[in-house]
C-alpha cells in the first residue's frame, strides 16, 4: 500500500441515499435548473442529456451507492475511474452511469453541470470528456520523490513544525512507499537523539515512524512549556542557545584533560596512573619466571633498550664521587 492511498482524504461521502433513479432524473434537472437555466419545474427540457438518457428505465430497489464527492483540485480522471470501478458492481447502463454521475460532484461541478445546454450528453462518454477537459487545468500538481529529499529541517525549527511541514509535502506525491518516505524523512532531520532513534530502530510503516517522531514533539513541547528549550531531540542547558552549548561542552572537556584545584590527593594519584595504563584491557597470564621470559623477549628482538651514553671528551676523569 503506497503513501498516497493511504493519505488521500476521505472526502464528503454522498451517503447511503434512500432514493430511486426517477428521483435522481428529478434531481439532475433541479441542478441544471439552480445552476442555470430558469424555467418552469415541470418542463423536462431543461436537462443536459438527450431524451433517451433521461428517460432510462431504472433497476428496481437501487440504492446510490457511497462514492467520495469531487472536489475541484483532484485528477477528473482518477474520479472518473474511481466511479466507474464503483458502478461497475450495481450497472454497465449507461443511462445510469449518466444520471448518477452529477450526484458526486461538489458545489463547483454542480454548476459547470446546470449550465451545460440542453440535450447536449448523448453517453456517458459525452459527460465524462466534458468534465475531464473542464476541469483537468485545475489538478493540483503532484510532486516526485524527489521532492521530498530537499526537505531539511531548519536548525532552530521544532520537530512539530517540521513534521506538519513533511505531512504536507507527502499528501503530494504520488505512489511513495514507506520506505522511501521514511528514509527521506529521516535524512532531512538535524543531528539529535531522534534522529538516531530512527537509524537504530529502523520503523517499517510511516505510521510508526510518525508516531515515534509524535513523541519526540510532544516531550518537546513540554520541554519548553517549562521554560527551556529542546533542540532537535536533545536537551542542552536551560536558557542557552546550540552554539553557546557547543562552547560550554569545549570548556568542560579542556577541564577533564588539564585537572581541575581542589581535588584530593587520592584523585590525583588516580588521574597520574591512568596515564600509565597498558593498551589493552586484558593480558594472557605468565607461566615463566622473569629471566626466562626476559630471554625470550630478548631472542626474538622485542626489548628495547636504551642507547649507551657517549662520553664526554671534556669531562675531568680524576674527579669522582665520594
Not at 59 to 73: A, H, S, V
Not at 117 to 132: E, R
Not at 218 to 239: C, I, R
Request: overall charge positive; hydrophobic content about 30%; some cysteine.
Amino acid at each position: 500500500m503506497t503513501i498516497k492511498s493511504r493519505l488521500d482524504p476521505a472526502g464528503e461521502p454522498t451517503g447511503q441515499r434512500d432514493v430511486t433513479l426517477q428521483e435522481l432524473s428529478r434531481k439532475v434537472s433541479a441542478m441544471a435548473r439552480r445552476y442555470g437555466r430558469n424555467v418552469s419545474s415541470d418542463d423536462e427540457s431543461d436537462s443536459p442529456f438527450v431524451e433517451s438518457i433521461a428517460r432510462t428505465q431504472f433497476p428496481d430497489r437501487f440504492r446510490m451507492p457511497t462514492i467520495e464527492q469531487y472536489k475541484e483540485n483532484r485528477d477528473p480522471k482518477e474520479h472518473v475511474r474511481r466511479f466507474r470501478n464503483i458502478m461497475a458492481q450495481y450497472s454497465s447502463n449507461d443511462g445510469l452511469l449518466c444520471l448518477t454521475f452529477p450526484q458526486t460532484f461538489g458545489d463547483l461541478a454542480s454548476r459547470w453541470f446546470g449550465r451545460l445546454p440542453p440535450g447536449t450528453i448523448s453517453s456517458f462518454s459525452n459527460l465524462s470528456k466534458a468534465f475531464i477537459r473542464q476541469f483537468m487545468g485545475s489538478v493540483q500538481r503532484r510532486k516526485s520523490l524527489s521532492h521530498l529529499s530537499n526537505l531539511k529541517q531548519e536548525h532552530n525549527e521544532s520537530i512539530k513544525k517540521y513534521l506538519a511541514r513533511f505531512g504536507k509535502e507527502v499528501a503530494q506525491i504520488e505512489d511513495a512507499s514507506d520506505v522511501a518516505v521514511i528514509a527521506a524523512f529521516t535524512n532531512g532531520l538535524q543531528s539529535g537523539r531522534l534522529s538516531f532513534d530512527l537509524r537504530r530502530d529502523r520503523p517499517k510503516t510511516y505510521e510508526e515512524m510518525m508516531e515515534i517522531a509524535g513523541d519526540y514533539a510532544l516531550a518537546e513541547e513540554e520541554e519548553v512549556a517549562q521554560g527551556g528549550s529542546y533542540v532537535h531531540g536533545h536537551k542542552p542547558n536551560l536558557k542557552t542557545d546550540h552554539k553557546d552549548d557547543k562552547k560550554m561542552q569545549s570548556r568542560d572537556r579542556q577541564k577533564d584533560e588539564k585537572g581541575q584545584k581542589g581535588y584530593s590527593r587520592e584523585s590525583r594519584g588516580n588521574t597520574r596512573a591512568n596515564k600509565f595504563r597498558g593498551r589493552y584491557n586484558h593480558y594472557t597470564p605468565l607461566n615463566g619466571d622473569q629471566e626466562e621470559i626476559l630471554s625470550v623477549v630478548e631472542d626474538k628482538g622485542l626489548a628495547k633498550y636504551p642507547r649507551q651514553q657517549s662520553a664526554n671528551a671534556r669531562r675531568d676523569t680524576t674527579k669522582t664521587l665520594p
